[in-house]
T-cell receptor
Framework: QKEVEQNSGPLSVPEGAIASLNCTYS??????FFWYRQYSGKSPELIMS????GDKEDGRFTAQLNKASQYVSLLIRDSQPSDSATYLC??????????????FGKGTKLSVKP | DGGITQSPKYLFRKEGQNVTLSCEQN?????MYWYRQDPGQGLRLIYY???????QKGDIAEGYSVSREKKESFPLTVTSAQKNPTAFYLC???????????FGDGTRLSIL
């Protein structure tokens, strides 16, 4: 069974700090990686996509991918209370008859304290 | 505005009843998906469709059925065979099967 693992948290950081969210995955052939933000009671919202090794920055968010270590992370700079949410890591399932479908981690709950 | 519309927002099912959740998208996406989310859990794939008139079972398809007669629509029926249907149901779509998926607002299903 291919898996995506995340620390469930809660991860608590003070306002203005950097929040670091981590994700490991078991399928070595996975090609595409996504981070979603989910506020309590709401649906997931895509915030970052990353496809190649290295860093990808978008505003206050930076996604980092290391395929050799099967590790993807999300950094949130200058964290705000509005960033308090659960962050879901998703990885493509690139094998068998369900290629391209996503496997989701259970999410890390982030709390940003004013 | 382009997007994914799920209805109803809340749904209650009686014992032995089938219920249908609606999902419509106007993004011209080929692929559509249904997920189930239980409290504190990740998303689990129920069914997916990569093209009109074709769909495949996901990881937890038992007790559910779908159809894909139109590109825009991918309704999910929760049958009476699904003994634990209480969950948050999410519909998503993407341009292709390996592209980012975008979600509707979800339907919360409960048992009466």
């Amino acid at each position: 069974q291919k898996e995506v693992e995340q620390n469930s948290g809660p991860l608590s950081v003070p306002e203005g700090a950097i929040a670091s969210l981590n994700c490991t995955y078991s399928d070595r052939v996975s090609q595409s990686f996504f981070w979603y933000r989910q506020y309590s009671g709401k649906s997931p919202e895509l915030i970052m996509s990353i496809y190649s090794n290295g860093d990808k920055e978008d505003g206050r968010f930076t996604a980092q991918l290391n395929k050799a270590s099967q590790y993807v992370s999300l950094l949130i700079r200058d964290s705000q209370p509005s960033d308090s949410a659960t962050y879901l890591c998703a990885v493509t399932r690139d094998y068998g008859g369900s290629q391209g479908n996503l496997i989701f981690g259970k999410g890390t709950k982030l709390s940003v304290k004013p | 505005d382009g997007g994914i519309t799920q209805s109803p927002k809340y749904l209650f099912r009686k014992e032995g009843q089938n219920v249908t959740l609606s999902c419509e998208q106007n993004l011209n996406h080929d692929a559509m998906y249904w997920y189930r989310q239980d409290p504190g859990q990740g998303l689990r794939l129920i069914y997916y469709s990569q093209i009109v008139n074709d769909f495949q079972k996901g990881d937890i398809a038992e007790g559910y059925s779908v159809s894909r007669e139109k590109k825009e629509s991918f309704p999910l029926t929760v049958t009476s065979a699904q003994k634990n249907p209480t969950a948050f149901y999410l519909c998503a779509s993407s341009i292709g099967s390996d592209q980012p998926q975008h979600f509707g607002d979800g339907t919360r299903l409960s048992i009466l």
